[in-house]
């Protein structure tokens, strides 16, 4: 559903030009809160209750990698995972 869309169809409910306010409208928050968040709610009309749902479902990952942080975040997937770091040579 967060698809990329060559050409934006204004006909199409998932279209560039429709997901526009998701993209721009707290994005983190409606993507822990799934599709119809994501799609639907319009701009500017989440609440606290969204962001406690957010907060939630991340809070049930064992592991959120940053792709910033790369070697930190594999360094946490180990080690969640239990498994034996590579050597770096």
């Known amino acids: 559903w967060a698809k990329r869309d060559p050409v934006p ?25 799934g599709r119809d968040t994501f799609l639907h709610v319009p701009f500017g009309q989440l609440t606290e209750n ?16 940053i792709l910033e942080r790369l070697d930190n975040s594999f360094q946490q997937l180990y080690h969640k995972l239990n498994w034996c770091m590579p050597d770096k040579s």
């Not at 409910?13 to 409208?25: H, I, N, T, W, Y």
């Not at 969204?50 to 959120?64: C, D, G, W, Y």
């Open 50 to 65: 969204h962001l406690v749902t957010a907060a939630e479902n991340l809070a049930s990952f064992q592991v959120v990698m």
């Open 9 to 33: 169809n204004m006909e199409d409910e998932f279209s560039a030009v429709q997901r526009g306010p998701a993209v721009l409208d707290n994005f983190y928050v409606r993507s822990l809160n």
